[in-house]
């Protein structure tokens, strides 16, 4: 979008805010009932649950997700009765049985809507072609008291239409732009939320033609060239699709494309570099690719794009150009490979909390600044709950960086379901930190497995459930990340590790205490503020060991004296593991001890050769300490047990808080 439609929207906010907000009618949304605040928590409380309608959504489409999920936030911020079954994996299931609550079946899930329709105003409508108007729509709905719909829902379910969205957006940045400048002033300015406005679901029976694949691996780009394929096989519908994937699934060197060039009996119809705005109008499904800041995107692992092209009417002859290199598998087809519907999960706490919802990609400049511009609203330890858009280096460590940079912590919850019955739970949490086993210091190599995500409040509640109920937890001693917020958004959840652990298991704090953030982008005026919310949380759960990425401008940077300071002073841990460097480096910044960590990936045969070879110029005449990553998305118990069970003298494995106490006798430290 230009300048000009931007700051026309700006200047037009008076006008149009009155016009959006007007006229709510049915359920006023600023009379019902609000989360409680008291004491000045992260993150709000709801009424405690009694009795809870169990509604199984995982077989409707999106359409109806959405619109349950949205129901479910009106409902349950007034007091919660509906929980839903969204996960795939049965963890949602899982919960419910956990939290131990009355419930009744729901057979019919649509059904809900007339058993609670005396709640709710109507439906805000939204614009499934501007898939973003599907947030607009969220935040619009939690203000008004409303569910989202499409129009054609709004007809079968009799709702009342108290706004309707369609055709008001040209694209992400309009709606966004839009939402600050008329709604934020009505939403709550405690957190911040992002999630996808759609997601995409494919089409059955959709045939692909492969026009180009790599005949080996190619991890050195020594493949990069401008590559011509032609697709006039597709023509003869609306548009053309291709997509790009990895052409070996099970490494991390998928395609890199830098330049497109889209032909038209001879005409150029599209030329574009990715991650630039000139992108956008042709990227049909991101999926999970990534954006590079040299100006490419690339795919890895399974994850893929499609672009989509839509040649002028009677074209004879298409041809694509593509600068790209390492492992592509490229192909097209002439049929919509997918559909976008409306993202479904996390929307109940977003509209409980008359939250301003938004899905903004970091890398891409217009879309950075107006990110920018929403962060330095809120006042510092705001969280922001959700994910960004653009992948890991360009969606992750961009989104979180700018959150830093504005005094933000990050809680990746877009897939976090049943929030506005879990903040209401009232499971006991013990404070007291478990004593140190008493250990003797020898000169041998310490180990201390950590299994890494537990900042990712979605993890926590799905991934981590399923390998923390393996059978095989407890053999090892391990250290599990855990986000301490989670005592105000799941209080059940946290209750739940809390009482199950075993004496082999130690629960640290996740990136970087208090939710993920770096904590060396943080301004120096307001580090402080971090690490004594930290602080008091991870005394109020009874944590006494962190884990800390800090990442700068794309950089893994080691802690200052300041930092390590204000941990100290703050927070009381033992000491801080920290992401991403040489592993086995321990500094003490600030008087606190710290010890890099040590990922070599691959299984645990690959881990034990590389431990081994750590340790090759190593004379044993002092100790020494490896803090070693467990990677949670693929590793459980048993591997971890493998490993252990590789690790013969002089590797001696130990609990965090024991790890930490070794390291400050051998530096002569209390």
């Not at 709710?120 to 599907?134: E, K, M, N, R, T």
């Not at 309009?174 to 934020?184: G, I, V």
Request: with cysteine; proline share 7%; aromatic share 10%.
């Amino acid at each position: 979008m230009d300048a000009s439609r931007r700051t026309f929207l700006k200047l037009a906010a008076g006008t149009v805010a009155g016009a959006a907000l007007a006229g709510t009618g049915g359920v006023s949304a600023d009379a019902l009932p609000a989360a409680s605040w008291s004491g000045r928590p992260v993150l709000p409380q709801f009424l405690r649950p009694e009795r809870l309608d169990v509604a199984d959504l995982t077989k409707l489409n999106g359409r109806d997700q959405a619109l349950l999920t949205t129901l479910q936030g009106i409902v349950n911020r007034r007091q919660p009765r509906i929980w839903t079954l969204l996960a795939a994996d049965g963890t949602d299931q899982t919960w419910l049985e956990t939290v131990r609550l009355p419930q009744r079946s729901v057979e019919d899930p649509l059904s809900l809507v007339e058993r609670y329709r005396q709640e709710f105003s109507g439906a805000v409508l939204y614009d499934i072609d501007v898939p973003d108007s599907v947030n607009v729509a969220t935040t619009l709905a939690g203000l008004r008291g409303a569910v989202i719909a499409t129009p054609e829902q709004a007809e079968s379910l009799q709702l009342t239409v108290v706004d309707d969205l369609r055709g008001r957006f040209a694209g992400r940045v309009d709606a966004y732009t839009w939402q600050l400048a008329n709604l934020w002033p009505r939403c709550n300015h405690r957190m911040l939320t992002g999630i996808p406005g759609g997601q995409t679901v494919s089409v059955p029976g959709v045939v692909w033609t492969t026009l180009g694949k790599v005949d080996q691996h190619v991890h050195d780009a020594s493949n990069k060239a401008t590559y011509t394929f032609d697709l006039t096989g597709q023509l003869g519908g609306d548009a053309v699709y291709l997509r790009f994937q990895n052409a070996y699934s099970n490494d991390g060197w998928g395609p890199s494309v830098q330049q497109v060039t889209v032909i038209a009996d001879g005409q150029v119809i599209a030329a574009f570099q990715p991650t630039t705005p000139a992108e956008q109008p042709y990227l049909f499904d991101a999926d999970g690719s990534s954006s590079a800041d040299g100006g490419w995107r690339f795919a890895d692992g399974t994850s893929y794009w499609t672009y989509k092209f839509s040649p002028p009417a009677g074209t004879q002859a298409l041809s694509v150009q593509i600068l790209m290199w390492n492992q592509y598998l490229v192909t097209s087809t002439g049929t919509a490979p997918t559909e976008v519907v409306a993202f479904p999960h996390f929307r109940d706490y977003i509209v409980a909390n008359r939250a301003m919802v938004s899905w903004l990609e970091p890398s891409i400049a217009e879309q950075a600044d107006l990110m920018n511009e929403i962060f330095a609203k809120v006042e510092p330890t705001t969280p922001y709950l959700g994910w960004f858009p653009g992948g890991v280096a360009g969606g992750e460590w961009g989104g979180v960086g700018y959150a830093s940079q504005h005094g933000i912590e990050v809680l990746a919850a877009d897939f976090f379901h049943n929030a506005t019955v879990l903040s209401g739970t009232r499971d006991p949490i013990m404070p007291q930190r478990r004593p140190v086993p008493p250990a003797a210091l020898e000169n041998k190599v310490y180990v201390t497995l950590t299994v890494m995500e537990g900042d990712n409040v979605q993890y926590d509640q799905h991934r981590m459930r399923q390998i923390w109920d393996h059978p095989d937890r407890g053999k090892v001693p391990t250290n599990w990340t855990i986000d301490p917020l989670l005592a105000d958004l799941a209080p059940a959840m946290f209750s739940y590790y809390q009482r199950t652990v075993t004496e082999n298991d130690l629960l640290i704090a996740g990136p970087s205490g208090g939710g993920y953030t770096y904590p060396g982008a943080w301004p120096s005026t307001q580090i402080d503020a971090f690490t004594e919310m930290t602080g008091g949380y991870m005394r109020r759960t009874g944590l006494d060991v962190i884990h800390v990425f800090n990442n700068i401008r794309g950089t893994w940077t080691p802690l200052t004296d300041a930092i390590g300071t204000s941990y100290e002073r703050n927070t009381g841990a033992l000491g801080v593991i920290l992401s991403w460097e040489t592993g086995s480096a321990v500094s003490t910044p600030g008087g606190l001890p710290v010890v890099t960590d040590f990922s070599p990936g691959g299984d645990p045969a690959n881990y034990q050769a590389a431990l081994l070879s750590k340790i090759a110029g190593w004379d044993g005449t002092k100790p020494m300490f490896i803090a070693c990553q467990i990677p949670a998305w693929v590793w459980t118990p048993a591997e971890i047990a493998r490993l252990a069970g590789l690790l013969a003298d002089p590797f001696r494995i130990v609990r965090g808080e024991t790890f930490f106490s070794l390291i400050r006798t051998s530096l002569g430290s209390p």
